[in-house]
């Protein structure tokens, strides 16, 4: 039996955004972080504090955060705090930098995504930071995933063009509403006008899709 301690908010905080429908843990995604996690029986699940952790060396058999990384002002140091009260992997779900804007939501939003890729830390920096044996491995997203994130929506971009779905994103909230005008404007008339579908209405279909979405992995 896994025992799983929240600090600093957890995977509740790094997942869900209030009770937003638009915002909920994918169990799909979920199976790929236990499978990271392995046979841990004990594991520390780190939120958006992490620079001074008040755990013995050693004390978790495993580290986990998600989406935590992008909201520490000292990344490094919290990322050495969570190698140091663990014995096993640290697992960190989070967005390569370098992928982010490799996605449609670039030709209508560029500002959301050139923020989004400047909060997270890049793939080698993570590693870097918490030494070892490291793997990076990409996550595939599902057509209907429930995270709420950007990408969440490949498949689906009407939905992006509701508020509430685009609120429980962060990256939005660091742009104004110009922008957001901008946004709902362009993609509505490509929308109607056929032109989306015409250049990317095959992800309607696609089952999954492989962007930014990765795991970082790491043991002692």
């Given at each position: 039996m896994t025992t799983r301690t929240p600090y600093g908010g957890g995977a509740i905080g790094s997942l869900s955004a209030g009770h937003s429908p638009h915002r909920r843990p994918d169990e799909r995604i979920a199976r790929f972080i236990?499978?990271?996690l392995g046979d841990s029986r004990t594991v520390l699940d780190v939120g958006a504090v992490a620079e001074d952790l008040?755990?013995?060396d050693g004390e978790f058999d495993a580290a986990m955060t998600l989406f935590g990384v992008r909201q520490w002002p000292d990344v490094r140091a919290g990322l050495r705090e969570m190698r140091r009260v663990t014995?096993?992997?640290v697992v960190i779900l989070t967005c390569d930098p370098d992928l982010v804007r490799d996605f449609w939501l670039y030709r209508y939003a560029p500002e959301v995504l050139d923020t989004e890729a400047l909060r997270h830390p890049t793939v080698?920096?993570?590693a870097s930071a918490l030494g070892g044996s490291g793997t990076v491995r990409t996550v595939p997203i599902p057509l209907d995933c429930t995270g709420g994130f950007n990408e969440a929506y490949y498949g689906?971009?009407?939905t992006l063009l509701d508020p509430a779905a685009r609120q429980a994103c962060s990256a939005w909230s660091f742009v104004d509403d110009r922008v957001r005008e901008h946004f709902d404007r362009t993609l509505r008339a490509d929308l109607e006008s056929g032109a989306w579908d015409e250049e990317f209405g095959h992800l309607r279909s696609r089952p999954t899709y492989e962007g930014s979405l990765v795991i970082v992995r790491a043991t002692p």
């Open positions: 236990a499978e990271a008040p755990f013995a014995r096993g992997p080698e920096e993570l689906r971009p009407e």
